[in-house]
Nanobody
């Protein structure tokens, strides 16, 4: 059974930093993409960043570009989101998502989320 567990959220002042982790277990695929999303109260879920399981390719939402960095440690089956220069508008539940396309079948896994609160 696949499980994604996010951690590292918390309360931080504006301008501060946090590093989120997304640890995967029970995952049998070697090729996948991992995304971070966030959802603030009363707002739609927003895509934040993506990284592939191999190579250096990453991509970011314009709202976080230059402040957030996504990375991975395949030996630990963990993806990180380093968040710097945090703003109050970054306050949200941050969710990890892993997507696999295996012979045309798409597998879509989600974690439970971790709360990030940025005070002004």
């Amino acid at each position: 059974q696949v499980e994604l567990v996010e951690s590292g959220g918390g309360l931080v002042q504006a301008g501060g930093s946090l590093r989120l982790s997304c640890a995967a277990s029970g995952f049998r695929f070697s090729t996948y993409t991992t995304n971070w999303y966030r959802q603030a109260p009363g707002k739609e879920r927003e895509w934040v960043a993506v990284i592939r399981s191999a190579g250096d390719k990453t991509n970011y939402a314009d709202s976080v570009k230059g402040r957030f960095t996504i990375s991975r440690d395949n030996s630990k089956n963990t993806v990180y989101l380093q968040m710097n220069s945090l703003k109050p508008e970054d306050t949200a539940v941050y969710l990890c998502n892993r997507l696999v396309n295996s012979f045309g079948v798409v597998y879509d896994y989600w974690g439970q989320g971790t709360q990030v609160t940025v005070s002004s």
